[in-house]
Nanobody
Framework: QVQLVESGGGLVQPGGSLRLSCAASGRIFSIYTMGWYRQAPGNQRELVAT???????NYADFVKGRFTITRDNAKNTLYLQMNSLKPEDTAVYYC??????????????WGQGTQVTVSS
């Protein structure tokens, strides 16, 4: 069974930084596009950033210049470096991946989420 497990969330002051990680585990054959999404209370889940297996990235306008998405294909791990954090970045951050396991061709998976709170 495939799992995505996020870590690295927490409480940080405005202007601070956090680094989120998402580790994929299980009988994985290959991971394709991975991404980070977030959902604040009362809001819909929204795209933060995505990265292809080859490293091509895409960012939401509200994080451009502040967040950086990277991945380590050898470790099946996704990262999100978040700098210059603002109170409006407060949300649950979710990892997402399109991957093929040893039992399936291609499916989309979500992690359980990690809380990021930006507050003084």
């Amino acid at each position: 069974q495939v799992q995505l497990v996020e870590s690295g969330g927490g409480l940080v002051q405005p202007g601070g930084s956090l680094r989120l990680s998402c580790a994929a585990s299980g009988r994985i054959f290959s991971i394709y596009t991975m991404g980070w999404y977030r959902q604040a209370p009362g809001n819909q889940r929204e795209l933060v950033a995505t990265i292809t297996r080859r490293g091509s990235t895409n960012y939401a306008d509200f994080v451009k210049g502040r967040f950086t998405i990277t991945r380590d294909n050898a470790k099946n791990t996704l990262y999100l470096q978040m700098n210059s954090l603002k109170p409006e970045d407060t949300a649950v951050y979710y990892c997402n991946a399109d991957l093929a396991s040893l039992a399936t061709t291609l499916e989309n998976y979500w992690g359980q989420g990690t809380q990021v709170t930006v507050s003084s």
